[in-house]
């Protein structure tokens, strides 16, 4: 039987203008009620999960939260630290150098500041917008060097960006964790964050085997949770990537599809 769903938000449990349907609320509902878990796991920032933490009822003494690709992972009503791993001032540092050499757009996430960016491009009043967050202007050469990053990230058109990214220097790669969180984004993080190693971190906090985890995803940041868990699910909009190492493929983001998964394996008993 499976005691914990971990479940994206966005291209996964949100639908494309940013809710939750209510179908999906109703069998999250009636998971929690047979004692499975519900874990939301997002690139997002807590603030920017809060608002659905609160919609599904997930501030409670037993819920937790996988933020910043598993960056932090916390209780939602203590906000009691399970893990946290983040970046230093001096790999923000590192990765602006060569964003400015590439002419791509950077912002980041500082534990002290929160959105932080040298110039606001779109894609950072996108980020700022949808988390519900200010942004603040910070030159990024004058960030102290063990400042706690949570993560950074190049922003920019998929046109502009993806041809960069195969600019990328290798020792980037070696550095961090380094992924796709969205066509426009690109994410850096240490590189032991990824929100498989959050979910893996969570479980042995709560004594739950991989084999009882159920976790969904769509896009790049989604691919270590969903081959991780006993059971990975993708969205019908997911990424190929996600597809191919999955279990079992759900209707898309705006069909239900995770009602759809509750349903088929937590709900249905036979299963």
């Known amino acids: 039987m499976y005691k914990l769903i971990a479940l994206d938000m966005d291209g996964t449990l949100l639908t494309t203008d940013k809710r939750v349907s209510e179908k999906n609320k109703a069998a999250i509902k009636e998971a929690e009620a047979k004692g499975v878990k519900i874990v939301l796991a997002s690139g997002r920032p807590l603030i920017g999960i809060t608002k659905y933490l609160n919609e599904l009822d997930l501030l409670k003494d037993d819920d937790y939260v996988l933020s910043f690709n ?70 990024f050469n004058e960030i102290d060097d063990e400042e706690d990053i949570i993560k950074v990230m190049m922003i920019d058109p998929q ?8 600019k990328l220097p290798a020792e980037l790669y070696e550095k961090y964790s380094v992924f796709k969180s969205a066509p426009f984004f690109l994410e850096f993080t240490n590189k032991e964050v990824d929100k498989g190693l959050g979910l893996k971190k969570l479980g042995e906090y709560l004594g739950i085997k991989k084999e009882e985890i159920i976790a969904c995803g769509d896009a790049g940041n989604d691919l270590s949770m969903v081959k991780y868990a006993g059971l990975g699910v993708a969205m019908e909009n997911a990424t190929k990537e996600v597809k ?3 279990n079992f493929i759900t209707t898309s983001n705006d069909e239900d599809g995770i009602a759809n998964v509750i349903e088929k394996f937590i709900l249905n008993e036979s299963v």
């Open 159 to 166: 046109e502009i960006l993806d041809p960069a990214i195969k």
């Open 70 to 139: 598993g960056g932090l992972v916390q209780n939602t009503k203590t906000q009691k630290v399970v893990s946290e791993l983040p970046l230093k001032g001096k790999d923000l540092k590192n990765i602006y150098k060569i964003s400015k050499e590439l002419n791509i757009n950077i912002h980041a996430f500082s534990a002290k500041d929160g959105l932080i960016t040298p110039k606001i491009s779109q894609y950072t009043e996108h980020e700022a917008d949808i988390n519900g967050i200010e942004i603040n202007i910070r030159d």
């Open 244 to 246: 191919e190492v999955a």
